[in-house]
């Protein structure tokens, strides 16, 4: 696994960063294909400004791991319980992910759940950069690679970051879409066109 650590309005000492490092590295226990080498773990720590609460840090843990990205976000009094609660945390997103019923083979085309066997996945790296913030209402801005996937795993990736939502590009209608969890907690689906009139 390579590992890259962010801090943001602090400075972790070295023995906060070995600790972070112990931990998350001891992931790749649970799984050969999270201990794959080109598995990347991103890690963020940063200091809250909210005065409202006594969650003084916001620790996140993203891993890119083959085919998948496994992400878990969770707000701390310390830099240590946080990492300690975020990798309890990617301990249970990494076993959804290995237990996953659809995966793509080696050249990336789609198995079925019907025909799925043990398979050997090469990675397919997530690439994620922040833009440089620019004068707006938006806090923060990430831009992504969309790799075509079917609808279920798109319902899979939401699952695994943990988010209400996950935009992708739909491998069958090429289309963008975004799944999304609703308030009665099935999963909705927006299909997106270009309107060229």
Same mark, same amino acid.
């Given at each position: ?32 294909? !999270? ?7 991103? %890690? =963020?720590?940063?200091?809250? &400004? #909210? *005065?409202?609460?006594?969650?003084? /840090? ?15 976000? !969770? ?7 946080? %990492? =300690?609660?975020?990798?309890? &945390? #990617? *301990?249970?997103?990494?076993?959804? /992910? ?100």
């Amino acid at each position: 696994m390579l590992f890259t650590i962010h801090e943001k309005n602090l400075k972790l000492s070295d023995f906060q960063k070995d600790y972070v490092l112990e931990k998350v590295d001891h992931l790749k226990t649970y799984g050969e294909r !999270v201990d794959d080498e080109s598995t990347q773990v991103r %890690i =963020d720590i940063q200091t809250n &400004k #909210l *005065k409202t609460t006594n969650k003084n /840090y916001t620790v996140q843990v993203t891993m890119y791991v083959p085919h998948a990205v496994v992400r878990a976000e !969770v707000f701390s009094q310390t830099i240590e319980e946080g %990492i =300690d609660v975020a990798v309890e &945390k #990617l *301990k249970k997103q990494i076993e959804r /992910y290995k237990s996953r019923k659809n995966r793509r083979d080696v050249s990336g085309k789609w198995i079925p759940a019907s025909t799925l066997e043990e398979i050997s996945a090469t990675a397919v790296a997530a690439e994620s950069q922040n833009v440089p913030e620019a004068v707006s209402t938006f806090s923060k801005r990430k831009t992504f690679t969309l790799t075509p996937m079917h609808e279920e795993e798109a319902i899979e990736q939401l699952e695994l970051l943990g988010h209400s939502f996950y935009a992708f590009l739909n491998e069958e209608t090429e289309r963008f879409n975004i799944a999304y969890m609703r308030d009665d907690d099935t999963y909705g689906l927006l299909d997106f066109g270009l309107d060229r009139s």
